[in-house]
């Protein structure tokens, strides 16, 4: 077991990498629109009240739309949503956005075609460093359209598999019997 080597910034973004996630749009009615941003430093925190929360860079432009009381939503995307995660994470290489859509709703702007989507309502700003933690009290709950969820692993876009075959009998189910130990016969 070896301890990492580096202790700075990357190194950590490299672990916590690591740790598996989904990725969202976390989206709020801005004059001109909807802004959009992507996010997956998101967490369940509270079942009663249900609360959640996201980490929002202080230099990203949706920490200017940060104010307590305010309707915003996370939409969960779809492995189909990937070109959507690029673009609102402002790395989309054409000038052309990719095509979307964003419904009213009371709760907050639900992206069409998203997994689901949680309508919240801004109610604590903690400082957390160089990112803003938002304290959310969820409002309205979606679900959407059935599929897989675009995941994010070791800084790449990764897509679920279930093993294509069935390969025998989960290991809670084995037996003596179907265990067999084969030792060296010559
Ligand atoms: C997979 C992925 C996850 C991200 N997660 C977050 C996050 O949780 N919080 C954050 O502030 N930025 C996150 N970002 C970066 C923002 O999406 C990016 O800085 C974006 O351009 C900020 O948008 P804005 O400045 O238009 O508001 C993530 C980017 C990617 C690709």
Redesign the pocket.
């Known amino acids: 077991m070896d301890t990492v080597a580096e202790w700075n910034p990357t190194a950590f973004r490299r672990i916590m990498g690591l740790f598996v996630t989904g990725?969202t749009v976390v989206a709020v009615d801005v004059p001109e629109g909807v802004?959009g941003?992507?996010?997956?430093?998101?967490a369940s925190v509270s079942l009663d009240p249900m609360l959640v929360l996201?980490?929002?860079?202080r230099?990203?432009?949706?920490?200017e739309q940060l104010a307590v009381g305010r309707v915003y939503s996370i939409n969960i995307l779809r492995e189909d949503q990937e070109p959507l995660?690029?673009y609102?994470?402002?790395?989309w290489p054409q000038t052309a956005p990719p095509e979307f859509h964003f419904h009213r709703w009371e709760h907050g702007p639900l992206l069409v075609g998203a997994l689901a989507t949680l309508g919240c309502q801004m109610e604590r700003l903690l400082e957390g460093g160089d990112?803003t933690i938002v304290l959310g009290r969820v409002t309205g709950l979606h679900q959407g359209e059935t599929g897989r969820p675009l995941t994010?692993f070791g800084g790449r876009?990764r897509h679920l598999r279930e093993p294509d075959e069935y390969v025998g009998p989960p290991a809670d189910e084995w037996t003596h019997e179907s265990v067999r130990i084969y030792y060296d016969e010559t």
């Open positions: 990725v802004h941003m992507t996010a997956n430093a998101v996201v980490c929002v860079d230099r990203a432009r949706m920490h995660s690029r609102f994470a402002g790395r990112h994010f876009y």
